[in-house]
């Protein structure tokens, strides 16, 4: 079992739709969880940043975090052609440790 | 301000050669870091540094992968006697002190033929 698994799609939505990514994870350890966006040909782009549990919101992104569960979610609400990329969790334990990256989920809006 | 920077962008080798890839940090950023990822993959952790250590180097996948930051600012990651399972996008991310989360550049595509 991998550390962090994604769902790698493709995940094809309409546009105007709201988005559902999703990661789940087996260190108990993570408290440190982020979102990215990967266009092709091009690095990951920082969407989110959140620590511990919670909700945290930005503009049409929310990004929830269950310890209990070990599971992360990231929401895209009226989504648009120009958020078709893959979608990357990653997470981290502490200061000083290295972060561990999901596999990714494409997503794909369609107009 | 700038972003990480990395060079060269796309880099093609022959079996059996030696490369050198550059990676320019965000300008304050303390830590380093180098991943690998290969098609439809997420990035793999390689080795961080925190100034100019090498804090974590136990993604490197044998030691025919260096990677040095001198200064504690640009960082070179050097691969000897590549092999063509070397080939895939090598990312470099910087970060500032702590908790900080990483920012990347746009790698270096690497063909090894």
């Known amino acids: 079992q991998k550390e962090v698994e994604q769902d790698p799609g493709p995940l094809s939505v309409p546009e105007g739709a709201i988005v559902s990514l999703n990661c789940t994870y087996s260190?108990?350890?993570?408290?440190?969880f982020m979102w990215y966006r990967q266009y092709s040909r091009k690095g990951p782009e920082l969407l989110m940043y959140?620590?511990?549990?919670g909700n945290k919101e930005d503009g049409r992104f929310t990004a929830q975090v269950d310890k209990s569960s070990k599971y992360i979610s990231l929401f895209i609400r009226d989504s648009q052609p120009s958020d078709s990329a893959t979608y990357l969790c990653?997470?981290?334990?502490?200061?000083?440790?290295?972060?561990?990256f999901g596999p990714g989920t494409r997503l794909s809006v369609l107009p | 301000g700038a972003g990480v920077s990395q060079t060269p962008s796309n880099k093609v080798t022959e079996k059996g050669k030696y490369v050198e890839l550059r990676c320019d940090p965000i300008?304050?950023?303390?830590?380093l870091y180098w991943y690998r990822q290969s098609l439809g993959q997420g990035p793999e952790f390689l080795i961080y540094?925190?100034?100019?250590?090498?804090?974590?180097d136990s993604g490197l996948p044998n030691d025919r992968f260096f990677a040095v930051r001198p200064e504690g600012s640009v960082s070179t990651l050097k691969i000897q006697r590549t092999e063509r399972g070397d080939s895939a996008v090598y990312l470099c991310?910087?970060?500032?002190?702590?908790?900080?989360?990483?920012?990347f550049g746009n790698g270096t595509r690497l063909t090894v033929t």
């Open positions: 991310a910087s970060s500032a002190q702590g908790t900080s989360p990483l920012h």
């Open positions: 260190n108990s350890a993570f408290q440190y």
């Open positions: 959140t620590y511990s549990s």
């Open positions: 990653a997470m981290r334990t502490g200061y000083g440790q290295n972060f561990v």
């Open positions: 300008s304050g950023h303390t830590a």
């Open positions: 540094f925190q100034g100019t250590g090498a804090a974590d």
